[in-house]
């Protein structure tokens, strides 16, 4: 025996869903349990040797039509850390714990 059923969606309510508090809660935690793997590697910046820790921001927003959280190296050297180190993507695996 087979039951159909229907679900009737909004694509207002969708979008208010993904654009939510919640959803942006659950994303910035994603984000910092990066950003916290990227500064456990103790890569440090400017100078010989490294004087700064690497400093890593996360930023989360809801606007536009879904929330994002982005993870950044907020250094100008960020860039060469990354094509170096693939700090950023190998701390990918880090979000799914959180």
């Known amino acids: 025996m087979a039951i159909r059923v229907r679900f009737k969606h909004s694509r207002k309510g969708i979008g208010e869903v993904l654009r939510s508090v919640g959803v942006q809660g659950v994303l910035h935690a994603k984000g910092e349990a990066i950003a916290e793997q990227v500064r456990a590697s103790g890569i440090r910046v400017d100078g010989t ?6 400093p890593v921001t996360v930023t989360t927003t809801g606007k536009g039509t879904r929330a994002r959280t982005y993870v950044t190296l907020d250094h100008p050297s960020g860039i060469a850390v990354e094509a170096k180190h693939g700090v950023l ?5 880090a979000a799914k714990d959180a």
């Not at 040797?49 to 690497?54: M, Q, R, S, T």
């Open 49 to 54: 040797p490294g004087d700064v820790e690497l």
């Open 89 to 93: 993507t190998s701390s990918v695996d």
